[in-house]
Structure formats: C-alpha cells, structure tokens
C-alpha cells in the first residue's frame, strides 16, 4: 500500500483538511514495473480481529494485546473500507463505522478499553497518571484512525498509469476468508460470511474490486488499471512458496514486454 502511495504522490502529504495531495506519479519515474503479491488493497478484516481481540501469530508464542497493536498506525491502514458494509451489529442491525473513533470508544475497543492501562503504563513509563495516559492513548486512536481514513482516499482515487508503468497483481482466491463480521452485545466481532481469497486477503480486496453484491454479474470495477493479474490456489502465506508464482515473477522482472 505504501508502494502505491508513494508511485502516485512521491513524498507528499495529504492536505491539513485530510484531502489527499495532487496525483503527480512523481514516485513512478524510477520505476518500470510494480509486483503486489497478496496486497489488501482494499483492507482485510482481519487487521480488524487484531486491533480488537489481539493477535496470536502462533500457538507457542505470547498474545500481543490490543492495546498495544493499537499503537501502531500502519495496522488501522489495513482496515477495509467500510462503504460495502461488512460489520454490521447484531443488536440494532446496523452497519457500523470502524473508522469513526466513538467506534471504538463506545465498544471500549484497543486503546479505549477499560484495560488497556496495563499496557500503557509500560510504554508511557514517564506518565504516573492513569487519566492523562488514557487521554494520550485516546488521542492516538483519534489520529491514527483520522489518518487512515485519509491514506485509504488516497488510495482509492480513479487513475491511468503513466506511460511506462506496469503493475502485476498475485493473488489467492481458493480459501474461504473473512468477508463479513457481526458485532456481539458484548463487543466481540464473530465472522458471519466467507469468500474467495487467501484466507487473509480476499480476492475481491486484491483486485480493488469495487463491484456490490448486485453488480456481480458485470466486469471488475477497480480504480487500479492492472496491466496483468494472476490467481493462485494458495493461502496468503504460501503464495511466493509456490513454483507458479516463482515462474512468473521471473517472466515478469526479466521478459514481460516493456511498454
């Protein structure tokens, strides 16, 4: 995602009212070709799961907390967008924000939960008081949601490529993954539909394709204009394991056509 941001802006940053900055593709001048390999761009849910309920990246290893995933902004970048909808509370039947700060407030989620104090106290160790170590984590969430709102328009704003750009696209689309999620009394998130991707990743978040439920029977709808897109019967994990992958990549870096 920082790949992309950086071939369509350069350096620059977005505007002070959270608009994103002109599109110069001032980063691609340097840059013939462009391999995203399982990218979620448009988010995974999963980036959701962690930032509420943790994350275990193996049975052996520790649970990192979601306070402290929290702290870090890159995860709340990976959010899906939320206009296709894919939370929706079980108890009022709406769908839901999770890129809204009272969100999170509301759910006590991450950095807003009632026990997240644990954590902050070890990574604000020059703060003794509990209020102000809530009121800074707060304000973090505020920003860090703010900011991904912001980086995910970017993103998202319909472009061509300029002359002498490629951008390839490897993707898994053989595994059911988390394309839906309800959200208990209690706050907990349980996933309630599955679709094609690589269990992380859906196929769908890959191709940015920003078709409906409704439109599915129409062509891909993707503000990314691929120059070449290649499915894998693989989970996210075991994409670039595959000799498949391994072939391509190589036609692709080393014989593919230039423009």
Known sequence: LITRYMLMYGGREPASDGSP???TW???RHVEKVILVGTPNDGSLAALQQLVQGFRPAPILPLYDPALLGTMPSVYQLLP?????????RTTGRALDYLDSETWERQ???LASPDADEVLRKILPSEPDAARRKDIALAHLRKSLARARTFRAALARPHTLPSGLQMHLYAGDATGTVSAMTLGKNGELTASAFAPGDGTV?????????RTPQQQNQTVRTPIPWSKVMFLHRNHLGLTQDSTFADNVL???LLFPKP
Do not use: I, M
């Open 81 to 89: 967008d939320p206009r296709l909808q894919p939370v929706v509370d």
């Open 202 to 210: 859906l196929r769908s978040s890959a191709l940015y394709d920003l």
């Open 26 to 28: 001032e980063g691609a």
């Open 21 to 23: 900055p002109p599109l």
């Open 108 to 110: 006590g989620w991450g």
């Open 251 to 253: 036609y692709t870096l």
